[in-house]
């Protein structure tokens, strides 16, 4: 059996080890000069290779049960097992899995060891664009520096344009519509938001501690807990990144798209109400500036104190506490109008890609027997925290078992 992958990512080195394991003959084709170099960058370098807590609602999915059946076949304990058996030792910290060595190249040299000792085929700077099916031989061509490879089955583990150059890495979605199937839109995830508001110039830099909550059409369809960033142009941050591929839909389908920040979660409104009426009776001859030492980071105070036109050396009673309360909803429910997000090169996955429902239980095409895809192509993306390369992982062990077994009594999965 001769198994053919295209794109040599997370996904499709695990789907060439795989398919190898199940004694088929493998070649991996890779537009880059090397294999892997994506996966470097992974986890600020240190590459979060899955989590422990783990549910299918880590993830945006149209088929939640579907996609649960293929953890069920390869799950976050296989993950572990696959790199340690592999001679990798792999590091638990606080839920979250990662190389021991701490460093992304090391999950990258255990796969060029496996693939070496299985005797994959790897052929780099090959920029494949038009793979076909051959309905008389049953096969599929691939040509690639000027050579023509052909094989049983063939597996699309192209990835997606995210942490890619503007305008690179859209190659996999087209081959696979080529092969007749249906892409929904693609969109950045895990990716900074962008806002007009001029006083986030003012707190550029800084990182507070809170609730995020999206709202779409004034309605809130999402909320995160954690440390959320503020740039110059807008709001970064891991409780951002989880739902602002959400944000990035309701963008593109035109709609109102905002953001509210609570810097003081673990306080009821009334008891922070409270609070602030106690220090305005207490700090009533204060200057703003020192009413609000203290209750958050500075360069926060005098943002929200610009953005409600007062002047940091303004006199608390002159204010009146009607003039306070402006500036405290302001540190329960700062809202934040979403202008954009970030490209898709500064996003950490790609949301959208191949209809789900277009792929079988083994991950093959329903428009095309023999051919397969993992990762990124599939309109299957996941939350910060190791999900999105455990998708990839499992995937590629999927569909390397799948395509090696094509033929033989499996890979032919309803």
Request: aromatic share 12%.
């Amino acid at each position: 059996m001769k198994v053919g992958i295209i794109g040599a990512g997370a996904s499709g080195m695990m789907a060439a080890v795989t398919a190898a394991d199940y004694g088929a003959e493998v070649t991996v084709f890779e537009k880059n000069d090397r294999v892997g170099k994506k996966l470097l960058v992974t986890g600020n370098g240190k590459c979060n290779l899955g989590n422990l807590t783990f549910d299918t609602g880590q993830y945006y999915c149209d088929d939640a049960e579907k996609l649960g059946s293929f953890f069920d076949k390869f799950s976050t304990w296989d993950t572990v097992s696959f790199f340690e058996s592999g001679g990798m030792l792999v590091r638990n910290r606080n839920g979250y899995l990662y190389p021991c060595s701490g460093q992304a190249s090391t999950v990258l040299d255990i796969f060029r060891k496996l693939l070496r000792e299985r005797n994959v085929s790897l052929i780099t700077q090959a920029a494949v664009e038009d793979p076909l099916y051959d309905g008389k031989r049953g096969q599929f061509l691939v040509k690639a520096h000027n050579e023509s490879f052909w094989f049983d089955s063939l597996i699309l583990s192209a990835g997606g344009p995210a942490s890619q150059k503007k305008g690179g890495g859209h190659s996999g979605f087209a081959m696979a519509e080529r092969f007749g199937h249906k892409i929904h839109a693609l969109a950045p995830g895990l990716v900074q938001l962008r806002s007009k508001e001029a006083f986030l110039k003012g707190m550029a830099g800084v990182r507070a501690h809170g609730d995020a909550a999206l709202y779409i059409d004034e309605k809130e369809v999402s909320r995160e807990a954690g440390e959320v960033q503020f740039t110059e142009t807008g709001i970064s941050g891991i409780p951002v990144f989880q739902f602002s591929r959400t944000a990035a839909y309701g963008l593109m389908e035109g709609k109102k798209v905002a953001v509210k920040i609570n810097f003081f979660p673990d306080y009821e409104k009334k008891a922070f109400e409270y609070l602030f009426r106690q220090r305005f009776e207490a700090m009533r001859e204060n200057t703003l500036e020192d009413f609000l030492l203290g209750i958050a980071n500075k360069k926060v105070n005098f943002a929200l104190i610009r953005k409600e036109g007062f002047r940091p050396g303004d006199r608390v009673a002159e204010l009146g506490f009607s003039g306070i309360q402006r500036l405290m909803w302001d540190y329960q429910g700062l809202t934040i109008p979403v202008s954009g997000t970030n490209g898709m090169e500064s996003a950490q996955v790609c949301a959208g890609g191949v209809d789900f429902s277009e792929v079988d239980m083994e991950l093959q095409s329903r428009k095309r027997p023999g051919l397969y895809l993992t990762g990124e192509l599939l309109d299957v993306d996941g939350k910060c925290g190791g999900y999105n390369l455990q998708w990839a992982w499992t995937s590629g062990y999927i569909a390397g078992r799948s395509a090696a077994r094509k033929g033989s009594g499996g890979g032919e999965g309803c």
